[in-house]
């Protein structure tokens, strides 16, 4: 063999290795990606939530009588938990819905009846309906309670204070509530007001703020560990962690939480748009950008216009429905703009106040439920500005953030 010939052969067998070990790692690349359910955008680690982590969980749930509280965005890797679990033979008894249904197809606020699941078969038993709270019937043989909804970090948003009940109901029935956890969007900060107990209400059951900057997870530690419970009871509670998740970071949800949460903008803009809803302004329910735009028909300075119309499982009445709104568009308030300012906006509603023209029917009754007091009201009415009303808030904040301290599962942002 000459020396080209034998040059030829060996410059063919590196190609080829090079070749196969280029197609491998392109391999590898696809199926760990295919495994990624989620990154957070300031870390190039899979965020794995609580349900992904069968493996803590799995050999708990055998041979034991199993209800789920769940909804759309309880899924593992894209499949949804029920029927993950279901696959692995482990015995779910029936589902539990909460507010915007099972299957997420039911709008804010609209009761939801009790039924079957077409996919599944199994019961679906309503906490939105005649009762928010599991009864002794709904849990009865019931060994296991596991709860998986995705949160986004607000007092007001009703997941948390589904929680609460249902853990209430576990510790009055003998029943193991397994938590699945999963990251808080807005878990980066802490602001608003403390719920007075005067202002308890399905949007709002605990002194907290209305961001709280914890998982659901950490709050369920809270709840149990400073006794808010009934008659200071403590559920037997069971936290599976997210992997690779703290509360410095960003996160996308891969799935909307529920109908009016479409994107990452809307969730960002929640904490500080819904209190819009204890008032006569439109945040959007009703068009193509809910929690993405506010307005009113008489306002004077605006950027943009919209229309309120009915929208089947998501606005079916919204608010100022068929009347052209006057109002500022705030999709520009994206994960960046969001963090920035980590905070509640509350310059938006002062200046809503202060545009609307009938200001003794600007606020509703629901207002104070939302804030979970009566003083953000007055200090808007009486003319405080976004500054002096934050400060009022400063005491209470510094005080329940030592608390909050205590129950947290994750790396903390300060």
Known sequence: MSYFQEYNIKLNLILLVVLLSFQTACSQKQAKQSHISNISIDNDKPIIVGAERTHEYINILKSQSIAIVANPSSLIKGKHLVDSLLSLKIDIKKVMSPEHGFRGNVGAGEHIKDGKDQRTGLAIVSLYGSHKKPTKEDLKDIDILIFDLQDVGTRFYTYLSTLNLCMEACAENNVHLLLLDRPNPNGYYVDGPILQKKYKSFVGLNPIPIVHGMTLGELALMINGEYWLKDSLQCDLQVIKVDNYNHIMSYNLPIRPSPNLPNNIAINLYPSLCLFEGTVISIGRGTENPFQLFGYPSFKNY????????????????????????????????????????????????????????????????????????????????????????????????????????????????
Do not use: M, V
């Not at 009915?310 to 999709?331: F, S």
């Not at 003319?383 to 903390?412: A, C, P, V």
């Open 303 to 414: 950027d943009t216009t919209f229309t309120p119309k009915p929208i089947a499982h998501a606005a079916p009445h919204p608010k100022l429905e068929g009347k052209e709104c006057k109002g500022y568009n705030l999709g520009y308030y994206n994960n960046d703009t969001a963090k920035s300012k980590a905070s509640i906006q509350l310059n938006w509603l002062i200046d809503a106040y202060n545009q609307t023209d009938n200001k003794e029917t600007f606020f509703t009754s629901f207002f104070s439920k939302l804030a979970g007091t009566d003083k953000l009201q007055k200090q808007i009415e009486a003319g405080l500005s976004e500054e002096e009303i934050k400060q009022s808030w400063k005491k209470d904040l510094t005080e329940f953030k030592r608390t909050r301290k205590k129950y947290l599962l994750y790396k903390d942002f300060e």
